[in-house]
């Protein structure tokens, strides 16, 4: 999970920060830097995006060797690529990292094929990318939201091109008549901040139109329209709205998209991609929503290789960062309905510990090879926080997230075939200046479930670049590669 953002100044300048780290709102310096700083509006990601919308390069690789040459794999790059560029998932990672990880295994195999397998799908990188290469894949992703976006983009292969473009247009002329009605003192107050009440009554149309009998269409077609709505929601939003500073409704932006010129927009992206590589996506994917906590739902030694980014013990709230759209969409009305969402995540945020009982998980067996480095941490993290004003409940986060992943590396073990491999994006986190060494620990996690042994590459550092941090620790990420 590469959390990076490419943010434009206004003399044109580009600055990458690590939202992560860097949308800690203690960070002063990042303060400043979102005061003076604006976010890439949807027409300048769709004018950079131009470009490979005619020629896609459809996952290239980047250069010639070993799954660190893309030194910084981040969603970012998915931004140019043909379909992993429908909706912008900031925790998203690079698909040409994933092709060029998978073409090396099976270099190394001797193998032409393999069958791959994504626990944390998310946006649906890993499948996209492995199918790309002829291989099937299967993923798991247990946000609801997130599985929806993952689970239209995997449709593609089966739509039509024509019938998505005649279907926006349809839904277009369809939301002239819809929407208006709605009374905008009965919207959820996010979205009143978010939208002025006309922005809103027009996503409220095409929402509807969508939504309504009359407008003939297969699934896939559906599934990837309500893909281009949602994916319409940000940048229609006048205020700041990136997933991983959730919203920011005194934030204004500078530009703004119509809801029916965005939608109609990536309506045509979406056809265009489909058209061009329809027939390059040669791999069957399968993307279940599911836990990685619970029983695999792959058939036992059937995997040949894990390519993943987990959630990090980095306080990210995958069930926050995706409000504005379940608030959109009717599923969450107030904050305290991410309580649902977050149920079957890893524990890897502090709002999710609430009433969570972290002594008793940490005398959990599966914790046993790891509980002399863990410990700990886990003491100084109890007394770290009561010496802290939000005392939030860090010390519960990483006995959590540890015991959440020792259970998911036991499933993993189980999926994946003797002599299989498995490779997880992570980085290390420092919650409350407390250094944990997540890389070494799922390391040893992955070894006591079964796995033969793990070794850890750095590919950057971070926490490295702004003066005024609350901790100076310095972070790395980088690729746990584990062998089978
Ligand atoms: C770092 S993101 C993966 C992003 C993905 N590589 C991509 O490019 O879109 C981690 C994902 O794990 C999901 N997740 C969290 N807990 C999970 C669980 N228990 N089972 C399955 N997925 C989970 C999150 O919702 C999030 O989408």
Redesign the pocket.
């Known amino acids: ?1 590469l959390h990076e953002v490419v943010v434009e100044h206004p003399d044109g300048g580009l600055a990458i920060i690590d939202p992560v780290i860097d949308r800690d709102p203690e960070n002063e310096e990042f303060a400043q830097l979102r005061n003076g700083y604006a976010y890439p509006s949807v027409t300048q990601v769709l004018r950079m995006s131009h470009m490979s919308m005619t020629q896609p390069r459809l996952f290239e690789s980047a250069s010639p060797s070993g799954p660190l040459r893309s030194n910084a794999p981040t ?1 970012v790059n998915n931004m140019t690529l043909p379909v992993h560029r429908w909706f912008r ?1 900031s ?3 690079s698909a040409e990292w994933v092709v060029n990880s998978i073409s090396d295994f099976l270099t190394c195999a001797g193998q032409s094929k393999a069958v791959i397998l ?9 499948l996209l990318a492995s199918s790309a290469l002829g291989c099937d894949s299967f993923g ?4 609801d939201f ?1 599985f929806r976006v993952a689970d239209a983009k995997v449709q593609c292969s089966d739509a039509d091109p024509e019938m998505i473009l005649q279907s926006a247009h349809s839904v277009i002329e369809a939301s002239k008549n819809t929407g208006a009605n709605r009374c905008n003192d009965q919207e959820p107050k996010l979205l009143q901040k978010c939208y002025s009440e006309e922005t809103l009554a027009e996503l409220r149309g095409l929402q509807e139109a969508l939504n309504g009998a009359t407008i003939d269409m297969d699934d896939s077609t559906w599934k990837l329209l309500w893909l281009a709505l949602v994916s319409t929601l940000r940048p229609a939003s006048h205020v700041g709205t990136a997933q991983w500073q959730y919203v920011l409704p005194n934030k204004k932006k500078i530009n703004t998209v119509g809801p029916s010129e965005g939608f109609m927009q990536k309506a045509r992206m979406i056809a265009g991609d489909i058209s061009v590589i329809r027939s390059k996506l040669s791999g069957n994917m399968s993307i279940l929503q ?4 619970q029983p695999s739902k792959v058939p036992k030694d059937s995997i040949d290789i894990v390519v ?4 990090y013990a980095n306080n990210y709230d ?1 069930a926050d960062a995706t409000r504005l759209e379940m608030t959109f969409l009717g599923e969450v009305a107030a904050y305290s309905d991410l309580k649902r969402v977050r149920e ?3 524990h890897a945020c502090s709002q999710h510990m609430v009433g969570y009982d972290a002594s008793a998980a940490i005398e959990d067996p599966l914790l046993t090879p790891i509980v002399d480095r863990l410990g700990p941490i886990y003491e100084e993290l109890s007394s770290v926080r009561s010496t802290r004003g939000g005392k939030k409940a860090y010390h519960a986060m990483v006995v959590a997230y540890f015991l ?1 992943m020792a259970r998911v590396w036991q499933y993993l073990r189980a999926a994946v075939r003797p002599g299989g491999k498995a490779l997880f994006v992570v980085g290390d986190s420092a919650p409350y200046g407390v250094h944990t060494p997540v890389d070494e620990l799922h390391g040893e996690l992955a070894v006591a479930a079964g796995f033969e042994s793990y070794r850890f590459t750095k590919t950057r550092d971070r926490n490295i670049k702004w003066k005024n941090r609350k901790h100076r620790v310095p972070l790395k990420e980088g690729v746990l590669e584990v062998q089978g």
């Open positions: 999970m969603f998932f925790a998203g990672y994504d626990p944390f799908a998310g946006s649906g990188t890993t798991w992703e247990a946000q997130i599911h836990d990685a906590r993943t980014s987990p959630p995958y079957p995540l890893i959440d």
